[in-house]
């Protein structure tokens, strides 16, 4: 039982290029997020999916899109990186919307 | 505005001390709160929730205590290792929404 699953783990990008981010839960779990985590602040939600088929924006999805393909990956697109994108980016999983969250281990994304 | 915030950035604490994290809330609708563990370089783990029915929640040497009246939530941690080094994020669910995160503070135990 992997958990929560990110690749890469580590990724640098110059301006404007383009990257997914993957992510798979092998917890059957029905809801997934994408966060992102900056030094000295805590995490901010790009986007989530509540359930498959749904997803919806979260506080900072300027940037970002998402596909969530089945019930078990969700993904996270940059169509044109940018500098401001730089960050650690996490993926994570919970049952429900009102359940804990289980994270993955993250990718270091740096955008020169 | 509504946030979840920390009073301390960093607690430093001996080994075998009894350690004490506190958060503040203050969206009275929130129903669900959840610590958090982030070590150097991992994403963050699990450790303890309450909800808001409850006023007290005990798992392995940690205790979650919620304060409805004055919208305080606590980790307290028993005991305190040097594997309980990193940063401990409170976490709360609005109703059926999604989490908001506070910044987190920074556990440092020396031996």
């Known amino acids: 039982n992997a958990g929560v699953t990110q690749t890469p783990k580590f990724q640098v990008l110059k301006t404007g290029q383009s990257m997914t981010l993957q992510c798979a839960q092998d917890?059957?779990?029905?809801?997934m997020y994408w966060y992102r985590q900056d030094p000295g602040m805590g995490l901010r939600l790009i986007y989530y999916?509540?359930?498959?088929?749904?997803?919806d924006k979260g506080e900072v999805p300027n940037g970002y899109n998402v596909s969530r393909l089945n019930k078990r990956e969700f993904s996270l697109r940059l169509e044109s990186a940018a500098p401001s994108q730089t960050s650690v980016y996490f993926c994570?999983?919970?049952?429900?919307?009102?359940?804990?969250?289980?994270f993955g281990p993250g990718t270091r994304l740096t955008v020169t | 505005g509504e946030s979840v915030g920390l009073h301390l950035p960093t607690l430093s604490v001996q080994e075998g001390d009894n350690s004490i994290i506190n958060c503040a809330y203050s969206?009275?609708?929130?129903?669900?709160f959840i610590w958090y563990k982030q070590e150097s370089g991992k994403g963050p783990q699990f450790i303890i929730d309450i909800r808001s029915n409850m006023d007290k929640r005990q798992g392995q040497r940690v205790t979650v205590l919620l304060n409805k009246t004055v919208k305080h939530l606590s980790l307290q941690i028993a005991a305190t290792q040097p594997g309980d080094s990193a940063v401990y994020f409170c976490?709360?669910?609005?109703?059926?929404?999604?989490?908001?995160f506070g910044k987190g503070t920074m556990l440092l135990v020396s031996p």
């Open positions: 976490a709360e669910n609005r109703g059926y929404s999604t989490l908001t």
């Open positions: 999916s509540a359930s498959e088929g749904t997803t």
């Open positions: 969206n009275s609708a929130s129903d669900y």
């Open positions: 917890m059957n779990h029905n809801s």
């Open positions: 994570a999983s919970s049952r429900d919307r009102d359940y804990e969250q289980y």
